[in-house]
C-alpha cells in the first residue's frame, strides 16, 4: 500500500463516507452508491428496446436512430433526490459515477455501437458559471471515459438565458428552447454518428431543439440519452 492509499483510508476513519440513498457506510472502491443500490437502481432497460418511451415521446418530431435513459424518475424517490444532489449541492462527481455505470449496461447491449462522439445539451454559460459545471456535461464525460469516446463539450452552445422548465407545458417548453442552440464547429459533427446526452427527459423539447441543430449541418445519425426519464 503506498502513502496515497494509507492517507486516503486516514480520512475516511475521521470522515467517513455515505452512500447517498441508504445513508450505510462506503467501503473501499465504493463511490456515492453502495454496490447494493447501484443494484437497486430503478433501471429503464430502454437500451434493451428501439420503442421505447423515450423514442415514442420523439417520434415525429426528431429522426433519431435510438433514444434511451438509465433511471426512472418518480417524485420523492432515489434518482429526485440524487439529481437534486448532483445538480444543486456541488456534486459532479454523481454525474461521473452515474456514467460510468450506465455505460457498462450499454457496452454489453451493444447500444454504444450506435454513436462516435458525444455531445451533452448545454447549460447557458452564466448559468454554467454559477453552478460550476454542466450536469448534463459530466454524465457525458462518465459515459464517455468508460466507453472510450470523445466528449464534445464546447461544439453544442446555448445562446441564450432560458428559463427552468420545471412547471412548465409541453408548448411552454418549447417555447422556451426555440432557436436557443447553435452548433461552433459544424466540421466535428458533420458525417458523424452522435449520442445526445441530457440530465432528465420529460417533454423532449430541449433534446428536440439541440437535435434539430446537429441535424442541420450534417450529423449522419443521432441517438439521444438521458440520465432519468419522467412520466408526464
Not at 455501437?113 to 454559460?125: D, K, S
Not at 466507453?147 to 464546447?154: A, F, G, Y
Not at 423539447?205 to 443521432?222: D, F, H, N, R, Y
Request: proline share 4%.
Amino acid at each position: 500500500m503506498n502513502l496515497a492509499e494509507l492517507f486516503n483510508d486516514f480520512i475516511t476513519l475521521i470522515y467517513p463516507r455515505y452512500c447517498l440513498a441508504c445513508t450505510n457506510g462506503l467501503i473501499k472502491g465504493e463511490e456515492i452508491l453502495c454496490s447494493r443500490c447501484i443494484h437497486e437502481l430503478p433501471r429503464t432497460n430502454f437500451h434493451l428496446i428501439q420503442e421505447n418511451s423515450v423514442f415514442r415521446r420523439l417520434y415525429g418530431r426528431l429522426p433519431i436512430h435510438s433514444g434511451t435513459a438509465f433511471l426512472h424518475f418518480h417524485k420523492k424517490g432515489i434518482v429526485q433526490r440524487l439529481m437534486h444532489e448532483f445538480k444543486y449541492r456541488n456534486r459532479p462527481d454523481i454525474g461521473r459515477v452515474l456514467g460510468s455505470v450506465y455505460a457498462w449496461d450499454l457496452e454489453k447491449s451493444g447500444f454504444s455501437g450506435y454513436f462516435e462522439a458525444i455531445l451533452p445539451v448545454p447549460l447557458h454559460p452564466d448559468k454554467q458559471k454559477k453552478r460550476g459545471y454542466n450536469q448534463s456535461d459530466e454524465f457525458a464525460k462518465g459515459l464517455g471515459e468508460r466507453l472510450q469516446k470523445p466528449v464534445l463539450s464546447n461544439v453544442l452552445l446555448r445562446t441564450k438565458p432560458t428559463e427552468t422548465q420545471t412547471r412548465k407545458t409541453k408548448l411552454k417548453r418549447w417555447q422556451n428552447v426555440e432557436d436557443v442552440f447553435t452548433v461552433k464547429d459544424a466540421e466535428q459533427v458533420s458525417g458523424k454518428k452522435l449520442l445526445l446526452v441530457d440530465d432528465v427527459i420529460t417533454t423532449g423539447a430541449t433534446l428536440e431543439a439541440c437535435g434539430k441543430v446537429l441535424l442541420e449541418v450534417g450529423c449522419s445519425q443521432l441517438s439521444v440519452a438521458g440520465i432519468a426519464y419522467a412520466a408526464e
